[in-house]
């Protein structure tokens, strides 16, 4: 047992925590919001500077090499300066699957995803899946020396401003992946903006011309990478959350020793203080499973890593949405006004429950790998 | 960063584990397991035989007979004797009094009690609350007059846990009433034997009897058995509180119980055809206290290691008492629900040893219904959860 990070964890998270304070303001980032784009390509560029965007690419491919770890470390800050950059899309999503199963040709795009010239995003939920990650009905049919792609794909974090799209598709095969330029013809995207400011599309594909080679690893063998794929998205996911958890809680924190009322400040009052107690245990349960699933994300037991990737999303959820509404409810009308940062957390903390599976989907994900065990 | 234990602490758990199999009696563990009443004797027995491996008391220093084991052992060793059947070691000698008696007794009581903790000798009780100081635990009324070497005790203790058991008893008692109430508690060791000292059952709500009153009137108690100085009791009370750690989040019983909570699910009828774990909206609630007690898992071994690099038992402890105690109601309390119609049923007859009747309902919801109505205790006792989060708040947040 060790929880303590090694020193170039502790160097990774100072610069980028550094870095984010001074350039990622409240302001910069209702203006980036505003923007519609989700990205800001000035806060991309000195990302890639910082050397995250090719953490999860080993060294050979031409990333950074780093660890699970190290990923988690990154991820929590980004929670903490509330970047709705696409980073976890782009950077650990669609490159995982890419180092994962990537032919020769599509891995040399790792290069530029770790230079931040190209994008990447993962185009997988659909109209009627919600998070089931095996309910796939757009479909690739082979054609001579192509693939034909049709369906439509939802809620795709970056996917009109990704290069790239890592799209699932139902092949006579089975599941399976294909690496589909994001303006290629016989593709639409269409750009929606989420409650929190950060950038989804819509995509359909009608008739999508690929080459053979779009193929992401072997025909039908696209299930365990999209699990796969989910996986690293949770153990993101949750990390992102503690740091955001984290910032909330200090902002809180500040704001009830600082606000008066009686007389006294509130955060005087035991009511309050209680249920900044539990905010506090909520917080720190889920930095506990946000460990765990990062640390279990390497695991070959499929039922093992899978029992651990719900019980943190579902955990983590909770603990989100919970710290969120608390933050607001004791910030009072402050709360739930546009000008702190308060409110533009609770958002993003409610984004990430809805994000790879709610709660629900996870509990019950959870509860089949308990009655099978 | 790593979550798993060294194979060092693997192969300890197995050693442990062959250990309780090999040498916890059947008797006593079908009990434990049954949800029978355990009588002094058995709880008596399971010590002596931990005694032969040095293993009532084993993250003692060695000077003192103990192994200095790090909580990380502690941690594996309750879970395994818990998840086989044990029965608990009580606290209040090893972990409680002992300790206070090693930092602050002097060498004649550290030669006395510390072994006669370790063979059992002694069973130790706690006299802290009293009918007017539970959670203000500082404004405990019991006056301890001193009347050449001895003290004189007066008062009355409450919520005593197996009182009834015990021949000793460590007492917080009033040696002045200047000043602010905390600069004027002493803290005594009692032999439950002095005359003067009398032990009267509280019954719980289970209809069990767990808890006592003791009365001390004009109870002769040598000087020689006061902690330390007079009127510094309140010190040593609060190191004492320190050393409640890891154990609080109660992970081995609540591992224990969620096992038994699935086997009564699985076993349970619901006129559908299934049994009721197979039912989603039951399923779901088993699965949220089982990932619950799995990040509680997490956070206590954060907690641990947080308490290793610092070299001193921080307020997080706080946090494992408020989660662990929720984590033990709500398996308690789903326990019972899985019995259905049955859990209104009170059959303290078959908690007896050698009941051989039969009982209504299925068998394996002997104790259930009455564990629920236990259970509430573990939010109210050893710093209720209010006053956790009366710690968390001040000592955490700052507030």
Sequence with gaps: MDFTFTEEQIQIRNSLRRFLAETYTLDRRRAIARSGTGCDPEVWRQLAELGILGLWIPEELGGIGGSAFDAMVVMEELGRALVIEPYLSSAVVGAGILVRAGNTAQQRLLRDITSGAVRIAFAHGEPHSRWELDAVATRAVRQGASWVLRGRKVMVTDGVGADFLVVSARTAAGHSLFLVPGASAGTTRTALMTHDGSSVAEIDFDGARLPADALIGAEGGGSPLIEAASDAAVAGLCAEAVGAMDALLALTLTYVKSRRQFGVPIGSFQALQHRMADMLLHAELARSMSYLATAKLAVSDEMERRRAMSAAKFLVGRSARFVGQEAVQLHGGMGVSDELATSHYFKRLRLIDASFGDRDHHLERFGTVMTAA | ?399
């Excluded at chain 2, 009690?113 to 000798?121: K, S």
């Design chain 2, 1 to 399: 960063m790593d979550l798993n234990f060294s194979p060092e602490e693997d192969r300890f758990r197995n050693e442990v584990r062959a250990f309780v199999v090999a040498e916890l009696p059947h008797a006593i563990r079908d009990k434990v397991l049954g949800h029978k009443r355990l009588d002094r004797e058995d709880y008596l027995t399971w010590v002596r035989i931990l005694n032969t491996r040095g293993w009532v008391a084993p993250s003692w220093p060695r000077r003192f007979g103990g192994q200095e084991w790090d909580p990380a052992r502690e941690l594996i060793f309750e879970e395994e004797c818990a998840l086989a059947g044990a029965p608990p070691v009580l606290s209040f000698g090893p972990r409680m009094v002992a300790p206070v008696i090693m930092t602050f007794g002097n060498q004649a009581q550290q030669e006395y009690f510390l072994p006669r903790i370790l063979n059992g000798e002694h069973w130790w009780c706690q006299g802290y609350s009293e009918p007017g100081a539970g959670s203000d635990l500082a404004s405990l009324k019991t006056r301890a007059e001193r009347r050449g070497d001895a003290y004189i005790v007066n008062g009355q203790k409450t919520w005593i846990t197996l009182a009834q058991h015990a021949n000793w008893i460590f007492c917080l008692v009033r040696t002045s009433t200047e000043g602010r109430p905390q600069m004027g508690i002493s803290f005594l060791l009692i032999d439950m034997k002095t005359p003067g000292i009398t032990v009267r059952p509280i019954f719980m709500l289970d209809g069990e009897h767990e808890i006592n009153e003791v009365w001390f009137d004009e109870v002769e108690v040598p000087v020689a058995n006061r902690i330390g100085e007079e009127n510094k009791g309140w010190t040593y009370a609060k190191f004492l509180l320190g050393h409640e750690r890891v154990s609080n989040a109660a992970l081995g019983p609540s591992k224990r119980a969620l096992r038994e909570l699935k086997a009564i699910a699985a076993a349970a009828p619901t006129g559908s055809g299934l049994p009721l774990i197979e039912m989603p909206r039951f399923r779901d609630r088993i699965a949220e206290v089982e990932i619950d007690l799995i990040a509680l898992e997490v956070m206590a071994l954060r907690v641990i290691a947080m308490d290793r690099e610092r070299h001193t038992p921080g307020p997080e402890a706080s946090l494992l008492k408020l989660q662990g105690s929720q984590i033990q109601q709500t398996i308690s309390e789903l326990a019972m629900e899985a019995l259905g119609p049955y859990a209104a049923l009170h059959q303290p007859q078959a908690l007896a040893p050698d009941w051989n009747g039969s009982v209504a309902g299925p068998p394996e919801g002997i104790g259930i219904t009455a564990r629920y109505l236990n259970c509430r205790k573990v939010s109210i006792y050893a710093g209720s959860n209010e006053i956790q989060r009366n710690i968390i708040a001040r000592h955490m947040l700052g507030l």
